[in-house]
């Protein structure tokens, strides 16, 4: 048998991303799949898989051993630590999300230079990069790539700083001694908030919208984190797995970053869409200092024309379609199944 022109490995398979972008990948006959995360995904990921390792993403002999042992062209890093679980343990999500990130750059770029052949690289940022004031929040409207970048928590400065550190293995890596390409194609995707109906997430700041869906579909009081009038950007599950895809598979594309978003909404109008399909839903507000705060720093909105013209992303549903063709077929059929 021929070995697959693609060998993928993805750190972090385990998680919501993990999930849904690992049984995307699976139905390409060119690919081969490695997964590296702390922790057995469990038989739906494990399913798609080649192979899997058990380890930390921070023990370079470990990661280098898998690199180079499936010959990987390709590294999807979804390994991280969120935002409100980064501020419990800031310096253990500096170590995951940054140490964690530079391990797999410098290894990706060494596999490239012994290889003669770049390395793909895709990993997912976030609007946790952006750090707006109360005066630019106030003002809402869509924020651009370079906009408001002083973020306020460990993660969105974790993130924006390993956006940075691609950029440098992408486009500038040894500029005064090194002769050729950059050994890495680096590709970043700034995510908002994202709709999961199948998986809960854990440890966002972002998670009060997927939370009072799983609680709507389960019959279970909801009491929400932030403020009704608190807006940030959205897209659902399958739109980040789609447009990940999208861009890993895209030709050489001119920037490293690029915001995707589907559509913005508050946390009371995410509950008014919902109440139409779940008439019994009981959602209360109990703003919760810090994590309100964090949330209040983020945009409403943001500025996806780059993406929609550099590779063709396209923003697939609004509030009401995401709910009626997606989340609320697919969350009912979870919670009929369990
Ligand atoms: C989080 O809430 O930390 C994440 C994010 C917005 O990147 N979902």
Same mark, same amino acid.
């Given at each position: 048998m021929s070995t697959p022109n693609r060998r993928i490995l993805v750190t972090g398979a385990a998680g919501e991303i993990g999930h849904g972008l690992v049984s995307a990948l699976s139905s390409d006959p060119d690919v081969k799949l490695i997964a590296i995360d702390l922790r057995d995904p469990g038989e739906a990921v494990r399913e798609h898989l080649d192979d899997l390792h058990l380890g930390d993403i921070c023990d370079r002999g470990f990661v280098e051993n898998v690199v180079t042992m499936h010959e990987v062209t390709e590294i999807v890093h979804l390994a991280a630590l969120l935002s409100t679980r980064a501020e419990h343990v800031p310096e253990k999500a500096h170590e995951v999300n940054v140490d964690g990130t530079f391990n797999l750059l410098r290894i990706a770029a060494e596999q490239a230079l012994s290889f003669d052949r770049v390395v793909k690289f895709t990993v997912p940022s976030s609007i946790a990069v952006y750090g707006l004031s109360p005066q630019e929040k106030a003002l809402g409207g869509k924020v651009g %790539?370079? !906009?408001? %970048? #002083?973020?306020?928590t460990m993660y969105g400065a974790n993130k924006l700083y390993c956006e940075a550190l691609g950029r440098y293995y992408g486009r500038h890596y040894r500029s005064l001694t090194h002769d050729g390409p950059p050994p890495v194609d680096f590709r970043c995707l700034r995510l908002p908030g994202v709709l999961a109906a199948e998986t809960k997430p854990t440890g966002g700041t972002s998670d009060f919208v997927p939370e009072m869906i799983h609680a709507a579909a389960s019959g279970t009081p909801y009491e929400c984190f932030v403020s009704e009038v608190t807006c940030i950007p959205w897209m659902t599950m399958p739109e980040c797995v789609e447009s990940t895809l999208q861009l890993l598979q895209a030709d050489a594309v001119p920037q490293c970053v690029y915001n995707v978003a589907s559509f913005s909404a508050s946390a009371g109008e995410v509950e008014a869409a919902l109440r139409t399909h779940f008439p019994d839903l009981q959602v209360t507000y109990e703003p919760h200092p810090g994590r309100q705060a964090m949330v209040n720093t983020w945009p409403d909105d943001v500025d996806v024309t780059a993406a929609i013209h550099d *590779?063709?992303? !396209?923003? #697939? *549903?609004?509030l009401e379609s995401a709910l009626s063709e997606y989340i609320v077929p697919a969350v009912r059929r979870h919670y009929a199944a369990h």
């Open positions: %790539l370079d !906009e408001c %970048l #002083r973020p306020v *590779w063709g992303y !396209e923003p #697939r *549903w609004n």
